[in-house]
């Protein structure tokens, strides 16, 4: 795919009279998507899909189309030649964009990684034998994600990661169940087998008699995912310049200095560490990290170009929405063996769901929990919880509330496949927590 | 379209079942931010979705190349996924007699938005932008406009053709508002464009685009000056732009059979609704009528026949408060009748695009009119918060418990509309929640909205859902606000 990206790219790329740029921006996947109820198949789909958006530049005019793919190198180069030249027709009707900024350096960037994938019928049969007698409900997705760049200067990029993410939940009844993921470039039915094995011991603390909890104030244990949860809600609208500059940021307090994190708080995009690609679709090439918050206190921001011109600050690479594709939070010191006895008396949080802001000007998030949650008495796990409705803030929990950050943190993955398959990811670690506010 | 069906028919292998959905979509969207016009973006994208149903099994594949090649080899794929599958499904898909669709959709469009320049686009919407520099508090003011054309035919292999095509119109006008340490955001309809129909710049029209600019940046500096909503527990009215989100999160998503079957559990999550509550559950008070609407002209997701094939049709959902049926289609009315032999459901099985298999989603959900006037619903509250436009949204897994925040709010004291409150949030469980509904709005209060975003399925699918509702009060519901 790599040649063939590489023709079109000559091809398209060689800027007509009168255009100063071209850009253009390709997106191809091969997926097999694996839906599974009941430790039975629902959907069995597979998925061939590719496109490219080409973009054209005069002066502070562009325009950008994207245009579906067959694969045919003629027929596709034919279509984006057709769509560039009728966009460079449309510019004279295009106003002009003072906060238009094109990258000033030419960087050119190549990442390969292969993996060893199973069929479809290997998934399947993976599920049958080692799923068989539980109820087994998830998704497998796999296959290469492919993510690319050229324009007319010469810039070329090619991000091609081949993986899979399998993520299910074993149920016991009702809304009890235990989520598990097996993510990677290699894959081993043995490995699978043993999270599956571990997904059933974790089921049968289920049947343990539910607790219900009533509201109020809770030490918690947020697990990484959870705390990935959290991060992820905070990616929206809390990193990014645009959001800071007008004042919506979620993390505004910090910026005004009313409030800080506690010092053992350092988040950063790690691009260098990441699944995400270190290019965008305009060509800008991302620093490998981006410090966000830095002992607590904000370090910096998300600058899209747009943003970057208008406020006259460097373009760190991020997209339109100014939002992480790489989240780190820095681990802290707490060993995992340790957890439960630093919980002490509380709640241990395997999962959070659906969370929004409440009050995003004082970054206060709801939401639920969710999966294998227990209330936790002198260490020890003895009962799983009834779903609670939350409502706090982040700067109060990673603030005055924060206890404790485990040593590992872990890469939660991006299993979001609106559209394509996302290539992102939150890596966290767990989090001690004081003064949690259940509400319903 | 005409050739994919004939490539179709031409490459199609032996099965029991199997079917070709063809999708071409061209979209654009213009938009201005602070007097500064964005570059415009367009898409052209086009797919095909083949399924086959094999000795029970089901597969399906999708490709963006619409070539005679293209479609053999996804049928190829298709064919071994439900070998693949056969024996190991959650239900014999021979067993389920597919529909035969035959007829066509066109959504309304009398004024084709194909008519305007592009800098004719630019320049309504740098009007409306302009229009709401109202007053030096306003610190960020966006608008803009998205149209899409879809066409999609679908053909089966017993003859079955419909073919669909649909012109969609989003506008979008928020503004920023900054003084006294606070920011506040108003919208026209909602940040995430709850003004949504079918149809071309008469949308804009019915939106009242042109002119909206100055209201809504007066509301957004009304806001930043007013105090937060009190908390307590209150009568509440919601407005339609409100209504829908109530409408989305507690009736429709609980009544999706597929949830209700289990297949959503490990992503959107289950139902505090069972298979044995139709027919008797009585899911609000009797003032509560729920439509499956997907006749409403010019209701964002309204259409003929659904991507089984299956012709839609108007159902009620809930009447008088009683649970009726649910939100499923063809196959997972089949799977649901192995478990209660007289389920029904509705015609409503759809994917978000050629890439994507179909599954229950919720198109048109309607609450219908009542008899009360918006006058009467205030008069009758001595204690309460009329609240508008969903800004927050939450609820758990088995669309129960929620929390939903709304843009603006206005009390209401002694049956009268009183000082504009900002954050006003109310929470509550939807199984008790719709039983507190005590006045419906009548038709001059209806109001036909949607939402291109919901969100659903693995592999996931956004999708485009209407609702329209009348203004609703509701009883003794907590609301609370935030923190500053």
């Not at chain 2, 997972?332 to 029904?344: G, T, V």
Request: aromatic residues 8%.
């Amino acid at each position: 795919m790599r040649e063939e990206f590489d023709k079109l790219a000559d091809t398209v790329c060689d800027a007509p009279s009168g255009i100063d740029l071209v850009g253009l921006a390709f997106a191809a996947e091969t997926s097999d998507f694996i839906r599974f109820n009941h430790s039975k198949v629902r959907q069995a789909t597979h998925v061939e899909q590719r496109n490219a958006a080409v973009s054209v530049v005069r002066g502070q005019r562009r325009a950008t189309g994207s245009v579906a793919l067959s694969g045919d190198t003629g027929r596709d180069t034919a279509a984006l030649l057709a769509e560039r030249d009728a966009l460079a027709a449309q510019l004279v009707l295009v106003p002009e964009d003072k906060y238009l900024l094109l990258p000033d350096t030419v960087t050119s960037t190549t990442r390969v990684s292969d993996a060893r994938l199973p069929s479809a019928a290997q998934v399947i049969d993976a599920v049958a034998r080692h799923a068989d007698g539980t109820d087994f409900v998830g998704l497998y997705a796999g296959g290469p994600v492919v993510r690319a760049f050229a324009d007319s200067r010469g810039q070329r990029n090619w991000h091609s990661i081949a993986s899979f993410h399998f993520e299910w939940s074993v149920y016991r009844g009702g809304d009890q169940a235990v989520k598990s993921s097996y993510a990677g470039t290699a894959w081993d039915e043995a490995e699978f087998a043993r999270k599956m094995t571990r997904a059933r011991e974790q089921v049968a603390l289920l049947a343990r008699p539910r607790k219900t909890l009533p509201p109020g104030e809770y030490r918690v244990y947020f697990t990484p995912v959870a705390v990935a949860e959290l991060l992820t809600t905070l990616s929206w609208g809390g990193f990014g310049l645009r959001a800071k500059q007008t004042g919506v940021s979620t993390l505004i307090q910090l910026h005004k200095g009313e409030a800080q994190l506690d010092a053992s708080v350092s988040l950063t995009e790690s691009v260098s560490t990441g699944i995400a690609p270190r290019f965008q679709d305009d060509g800008f090439v991302k620093p490998d990290v981006v410090k966000l918050v830095e002992a607590g206190r904000v370090a910096g921001t998300l600058a899209s170009p747009r943003s970057a011109k208008e406020y006259g600050v460097a373009a760190t690479g991020s997209n339109s929405f100014e939002s992480p594709e790489s989240l780190a939070m820095a681990p802290g010191s707490l060993a995992e063996r340790d957890v439960l006895k630093t919980l002490g008396t509380g709640v241990y949080l395997s999962n959070l769901h659906y969370l929004n802001y409440s009050d995003r000007l004082a970054c206060r998030m709801t939401g639920m929990t969710r999966f294998a949650c227990f209330a936790v008495e002198h260490g020890e796990l003895v009962a799983p919880i009834s779903v609670m409705r939350f409502d706090d803030s982040f700067l109060r929990m990673f603030g005055t509330g924060l206890v404790a950050l485990t040593a590992n943190a872990d890469l939660s993955p991006d299993a979001q496949t609106y559209g394509s398959r996302t290539l992102a990811g939150v890596t966290a670690p767990g989090a001690v927590v004081d003064g949690f506010r259940f509400t319903l | 379209m005409d050739s994919i069906e004939h490539l179709a028919r031409g490459a199609a292998p032996p099965a029991d079942y199997w079917s070709v959905r063809a999708v071409t979509e061209q979209t654009e969207r213009v938009g201005v931010r602070d007097d500064v016009a964005e570059p415009p973006v367009r898409q052209h994208d086009a797919g095909v979705m083949v399924s086959v149903i094999c000795d029970g099994g089901l597969g399906y594949a999708a490709t963006s190349d619409v070539s005679e090649a293209g479609l053999k080899r996804a049928f190829t794929r298709a064919a071994e996924l439900a070998a693949a599958s056969s024996k190991r499904t959650v239900f014999d898909y021979r067993t389920v007699p597919m529909p035969l669709p035959d007829g066509g959709y066109r959504s309304p469009n009398d004024k084709p938005i194909a008519a305007v320049s592009l800098a004719e686009k630019y320049d309504l919407v740098q009007h409306v932008c302009a229009s709401a520099k109202v007053d030096a508090a306003i610190v960020e003011r966006q608008a803009g406009i998205w149209t899409t054309r879809t066409h999609q035919l679908f053909v089966t292999s017993d003859g079955g053709r419909a073919e669909q095509s649909w012109d969609f119109m989003v506008s979008s006008l928020a503004v920023v508002a900054s003084a006294n340490g606070d920011t506040q955001t108003r919208s026209s309809a909602g940040q995430y464009n709850g003004f949504c129909q079918q149809g071309g710049l008469e949308v804009l029209d019915r939106a009242e685009f042109a002119t909206d600019g100055p209201r809504v940046a007066r509301e957004a500096v009304e806001l930043v000056h007013a105090r937060n909503c009190p908390s307590g527990e209150f009568d509440v009215l919601l407005m339609p732009d409100q209504m829908m989100l109530q409408i989305h999160e507690s009736i429709g998503h609980p009544l999706e059979l597929d949830r209700i079957l289990g297949d959503e559990r490990n992503f959107a999550g289950t139902s505090f609704v069972t298979l044995d509550m139709f027919g008797a559950y009585q899911y609000g008070s009797p003032l509560l009528n729920v439509t499956y609407a997907p006749d409403v002209h010019a209701q964002f997701a309204a259409f003929a026949f659904d991507d089984d094939g299956a012709r839609a049709e108007r159902q009620w959902i809930i009447k008088g408060g009683v649970l009726l049926r649910p939100l499923g289609g063809t196959v997972s009315q089949a799977r649901a009748r192995e478990l209660r032999a007289d389920i029904a459901g509705v015609s409503t099985t759809r994917a978000c695009s050629w890439n994507r298999p179909p599954i229950d989603r919720m198109s048109n959900l309607n609450v219908e009119p009542g008899t009360s006037t918006l006058e009467q619903m205030i008069a009758s509250i001595e204690n309460g918060v009329m609240m508008r436009t969903n800004s927050s949204w939450s609820i758990d897994d088995s669309r129960n418990k929620f929390q939903f925040g709304c843009e603006y709010g206005q009390m209401i004291r002694n049956g009268k509309l009183a000082e504009v409150v900002k954050r006003p949030n109310y929470r509550g469980i939807s199984a008790s929640f719709w039983r507190s509904l005590s006045m419906v709005g009548d038709a001059a209060t209806f109001q036909v909205m949607g939402t291109p975003y919901c969100g659903k399925g693995e592999p996931n699918q956004v999708i485009r859902v209407g609702h329209a509702a009348p203004a609703c009060k509701f009883s003794d519901v907590t609301v609370f606000s935030g923190a500053n």
